[in-house]
């Protein structure tokens, strides 16, 4: 059992930053495997990072990688996605998700998580 809400999307021209951040609630943040998801409206939602656990590994989506950087603290009980030089087609809602760290199931799809954020509004302007 683990709460999840993002926060620090909004307008950003193309080639800014943006850091999102996602505060997990409880005291067992650590036994949760995280990724961060997007979409838009009319698509399913895709994959963007994942980060294990304790932070030892991560994965990117290919055509995001050297421009976003998914990391965690479990002290904090915060998850961030970093998001630099970004562009048009970046626009979307964006959702961090966590799944039991003994899940077998593949990191790379939604339907492995269990719990969701809310989901944080990013847009970025030409």
């Known amino acids: 059992q683990v709460q999840l809400v993002e926060s620090g999307g909004g307008l950003v021209q193309a080639g800014g930053s943006l850091r999102l951040s996602c505060a997990a609630s409880?005291?067992?943040?650590?036994?949760?495997?995280t990724a961060w998801f997007r979409q838009t409206a009319g698509k399913e939602r895709e994959f963007v990072a994942q980060i294990s656990w304790s932070g030892g590994s991560t994965n990117y989506a290919e055509s995001l990688k050297g421009r976003f950087t998914i990391s965690r603290d479990n002290t904090q009980n915060t998850l961030y996605l970093q998001m630099n030089s970004l562009k048009p087609e970046d626009t979307a809602v964006y959702y961090c998700a966590a799944v039991s760290r003994f899940s077998y199931a593949s990191r790379w799809r939604d339907t492995t998580y269990n719990y969701w954020g809310q989901g944080t509004q990013v847009t970025v302007s030409s």
């Open positions: 409880g005291r067992t943040f650590s036994s949760y495997d």
